[in-house]
């Protein structure tokens, strides 16, 4: 994972794929969402209160594009813009939740909103 994060922390996968985002302005900031948490993928909207999760700060680009694909899965190394890791994503993040140190506290994580271990969210 990359450094916007402490390298422990795992994020929940909202998605496994990228946001197609169009209209943003140059030197428009965003904050992307890097806990995975938000409704407002790929974007932050303050759902990792109570997490160690920060969003990333993220200005466009003076030579905007048209469409930018955003990284939703949260596992992108080149954060926000999405590198194709959520490309068989799927099977590592089951073998890490699966293999979670704390999986006998995901039927009761209190008033966590996620395990920082794995990313397992419940009801999801
Ligand atoms: S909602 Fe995920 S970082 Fe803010």
Redesign the pocket.
């Known amino acids: 994972m990359s450094d916007h994060n402490a390298a422990t922390l795992k994020p929940h996968v909202p998605t496994y794929g990228p946001c197609s985002i169009r209209d943003l302005k140059p030197g428009e900031v965003k904050?992307w969402?890097?806990?995975?948490?938000?409704q407002k993928q790929p974007w932050?909207?303050?759902?990792?209160k109570g997490t160690s999760?920060?969003?990333l700060k993220w200005t466009v680009p003076e030579r905007a594009q048209t469409v930018y694909l955003i990284c939703a899965c949260k596992y992108t190394k080149r954060p926000p813009i999405c590198d194709a890791t959520h490309i068989g994503l799927t099977c590592s993040i089951h073998e890490q939740i699966e293999g979670c140190p704390l999986k006998q506290e995901h039927s009761d994580l209190g008033d966590r909103k996620l395990c920082e271990q794995c990313g397992f969210v419940p009801d999801w």
């Open positions: 904050l969402c890097t806990c995975g948490l938000s932050c909207d303050g759902s990792h999760f920060l969003p």
